[in-house]
């Protein structure tokens, strides 16, 4: 296996799975992003093709193209292997049933459930009452019924837990965590029995939970309408986006996604043609949705019931989704109250409502605005509590600045008394800041940060000046000289340098800081030349002002020792020694070159 998990990673490129995920631009010899990973508004997310690996300088996420995918993706390890390993082409040895992660074990275990429905509500009598609700009252076609896998779980005792105990030996223990059962006493009991069963894909098309339906009827009357899986290591309600598996490819190529409330919303929709549509399994807008969205589409579209207006998370969502480059509009339903509804009875008037639909801040101030009366003092109030949190949520200082007008005039009051109860507001919920950060380091030297400037240029472009005359005698620290001993030793057994070839010989010791100074962005500078050569001439002449510096220190510690001991001569010949040298760095200094990078 260890073979094989080596010959998929050396098959694989990084930089296209990586590209196929987040947007890519070419940094010389690498390619830098947007971290998916944290909210940034300035590249720091760098991938090397070279040594196939990715780092964010912003949040220290860190690994190779299979912690990507983990990370990423949510994948288990061997789920990555699998994943990358049919796209390149190996065919991996069957792993034991006993060897499956816990997280692939589960998704087993909810397939073969969802499958066990399916066959119910399509083939077997005791889902007749279930289908015959589906295709008249819901008016869903046999096609969609198929391609959305919906079943009905039975009212019959112990029937999933014979299909996935006895039959598929999975442990009971692992069918109750799947949310599949749940104990009554000693007695396992179907969680969904006498219900519509949807699947749960997630985006990737692994069955990750389970929603269940009660069919319409007097005896059902005080049961919950729908149920969901409970939480589980591969299903989190506010992270799933139901029908997503489905429609990515749809969302992507119309750069707009639909989003809707429910499972029925989501099908109704798609079977009307509207296909680039997701739901949110009745859960508010959460920021890991945006964030999964925002993979797939540049503007979404909201089709829904509940009050995003005055839902914080809601608002927080939104917020970071226009962060990440997101236009986020609301369609009005009108006289429909879903769109299940709009899209069965009123096709192109649902439509229209699509077209039509206004960006999110204009709802949500108008929302506010036909809740109260702004012209009494008491509606002003009411007003005032729930419009200043939504205008303090816009992070687009310009655009918050436009609605701060809209409803400074709606109110008949001054633009300053809105700016003020936004700062006061912002004031009170202010909290600390976390800096986002790998881990603590010790802040560098200026020493360090020069020799490790230059150790990043000469690496990213053309390392030979290492052999340069008197360029190691300027190199002063553990780790630059030990890269600098590695290289003369390398140069000297191998005709070109490479990367990836460099980094095989390195210990393990010294592994961290190549690797990193090999994805440091260098702002352009390796692909172009004058600008390169200009920059290491000053990052020389930089370290040749620190070396005099340096010595002119500790001959001022000799001069000082010498007047204690009243040592004339020796102090003359030090101050003899210190006037040359201050004139080598006062030449130094008068030649005019800077650079902000290394700004003192």
Not at 424 to 448: H, L, M
Request: charged share 30%; net charge neutral.
């Amino acid at each position: 296996m260890k073979d094989q998990v080596e010959e998929v990673k050396q098959k694989t490129d990084i930089v296209g799975i990586i590209g196929e995920k987040i947007q890519l631009k070419k940094a010389g010899r690498n390619y830098k992003a947007l971290c998916p990973f944290h909210n940034e508004k300035t590249p720091s997310f760098m991938v090397s093709p070279e040594l196939q690996i990715f780092k964010c300088f912003g949040c220290g996420e860190t690994g190779d193209v299979f912690s990507f995918l983990e990370k990423y993706e949510g994948m288990e390890f061997g789920e990555a292997l699998r994943y990358l390993a049919d796209r390149v082409g190996v065919k991996l040895a069957p792993l034991r049933f006993e060897d499956r992660g816990e997280k692939e074990r589960l998704i087993e275990i909810n397939s073969y459930a969802s499958k066990f429905y399916h066959y119910v509500l399509l083939h077997h009598p005791a889902g007749k009452i279930a289908l015959d609700y589906l295709t008249k009252e819901r008016e869903l076609k046999p096609a969609t019924i198929e391609e959305f896998q919906l079943g009905f779980s039975p009212d019959a005792p112990g029937a999933i837990e014979r299909l996935l105990v006895s039959k598929k030996k999975f442990a009971p223990s692992e069918v109750e965590k799947a949310g599949i059962i749940y104990r009554a006493g000693s007695r396992a009991v179907d969680r969904f029995r006498g219900r519509v069963i949807f699947p749960l894909f997630d985006h990737r098309g692994n069955v990750v939970g389970l929603a269940g339906r009660i069919l319409p009827s007097e005896k059902n009357k005080d049961l919950a309408k729908y149920i969901n899986s409970p939480d589980t290591p591969v299903y989190h309600k506010g992270s799933l986006l139901y029908g997503l598996n489905l429609s990515r490819s749809l969302i992507k190529k119309k750069n707009t996604a639909i989003v809707v409330e429910g499972e029925l919303d989501m099908i109704s929709s798609w079977q009307a043609g509207i296909k680039n549509t997701v739901a949110l399994k009745g859960t508010a807008l959460t920021e890991d949705q945006l964030r999964l969205l925002s993979r797939f589409s540049e503007r979404a579209i909201l089709a829904l019931d509940s009050d995003i207006a005055g839902d914080v998370a809601a608002r927080r969502g939104i917020t970071i989704a226009q962060n990440l480059g997101m236009e986020i509009k609301v369609a009005l339903m009108g006289k429909y109250k879903d769109p299940d509804e709009a899209a069965r009875k009123d096709l192109e008037g649902y439509k229209q409502a699509l077209i039509k639909s206004i960006g999110v801040w204009d709802f949500m101030v108008e929302s506010v605005f036909t809740r109260f009366d702004a012209k009494s003092g008491s509606g002003k109030a009411k007003i005032s509590k729930e419009i200043i949190p939504i205008l303090a949520s816009i992070p687009d200082k310009i655009v918050q600045a436009h609605y701060i007008e809209v409803v400074a005039d709606k109110l008949k009051v001054p633009d300053t008394a809105v700016i003020e109860q936004i700062e006061s507001f912002n004031q009170k919920e202010k909290v600390p800041e976390v800096a986002i950060a790998a881990k603590e380091e010790k802040e560098k030297d200026r020493r360090t940060l020069l020799e490790e400037r230059f150790l990043t240029l000469a690496f990213q472009s053309d390392p030979t000046i290492f052999l340069t005359k008197n360029i190691r005698e300027l190199f002063a620290t553990p780790l630059a000289n030990r890269l600098l001993e590695t290289y003369e030793d390398f140069s000297r057994k191998k005709k070109k340098f490479d990367v990836a070839r460099f980094a095989d010989t390195l210990p393990e010791e010294l592994i961290g800081g190549y690797t990193e100074m090999v994805l440091q962005d260098t702002e352009g500078l390796v692909e172009n030349k004058e600008a390169l050569e200009s920059e290491l001439k000053l990052v020389i002449k930089e370290l040749k002002k620190l070396d005099i510096r340096e010595k002119l220190q500790a001959i001022e510690g000799k001069m000082k020792d010498f007047e204690a001991k009243e040592d004339k001569a020796g102090l003359k010949k030090a101050q003899e020694e210190f006037g040359k040298i201050s004139n080598l760095l006062s030449e130094l200094e008068e030649e005019n070159a800077s650079d902000i990078i290394l700004q003192e």
